[in-house]
């Protein structure tokens, strides 16, 4: 699933680009097993990549995504670059509107989830993330390193980095000081 993902925005909401990592927007790609591996969810975003002189995307209706037919289409789109919000909750069905391909499997249904407490996509948080930190676990004012959203272990760079950080505000903090009482 990490493989499809391109990117997390801070909201927690998550962009997939559609047969990603082994395909795209093609006749190629198996997309029943693609959707298999991810939970989507409001605010996550879908993003097509196919040439607009080969192939298309059109959202429809769960009637026309299994009888494979674009008439009365809910959306088209055609930039080879499509990126298509999950606004709700429900599944949104797409298949490749020129003529034989979503036959040929060029069609995929998405169900969409309620977003998690961090408002978008993603696996539930670890244990470690919601568990109360004890005062001796870390040092006053210190935040926990976070690495994707968890915690990460002492001997990470990102707890490293941390001390360094802290050390920075000591020292501009004993500066700051010195100055006013100067």
């Not at 539930?124 to 006053?140: D, F, K, L, Q």
Request: aromatic fraction near 8%; hydrophobic fraction near 40%; charge should be positive.
């Amino acid at each position: 699933m990490a493989a499809a993902v391109l990117a997390t925005t801070a909201t927690g909401a998550t962009t997939y680009t559609v047969g990603a990592p082994a395909g795209s927007w093609d006749t190629r790609t198996n997309y029943a097993q693609w959707v298999s591996a991810i939970t989507f969810r409001v605010s996550d975003q879908l993003v097509f990549k196919y040439s607009p002189a080969a192939h298309d995307v059109v959202e429809v209706t769960k009637a026309g995504y299994d009888s494979c037919s674009s008439s009365g289409p809910i959306a088209t789109f055609n930039s080879g670059d499509d990126i298509v919000p999950l606004t709700a909750i429900g599944t949104r069905y797409f298949i490749c509107g020129f003529p034989g391909h979503c036959t040929a499997g060029m069609k995929v249904a998405v169900k969409v989830e309620a977003a998690t407490a961090t408002g978008g996509s993603g696996t539930a948080p670890s244990p470690m993330a919601s568990r109360p930190r004890t005062p001796t676990a870390m040092a006053p004012n210190e935040m926990p390193p976070m690495a994707g959203g968890r915690p990460v272990s002492p001997s990470s760079s990102a707890s490293k980095s941390a001390g360094v950080a802290s050390l920075v505000g000591l020292s501009l903090g004993a500066i700051v000081a010195s100055l006013i009482s100067f």
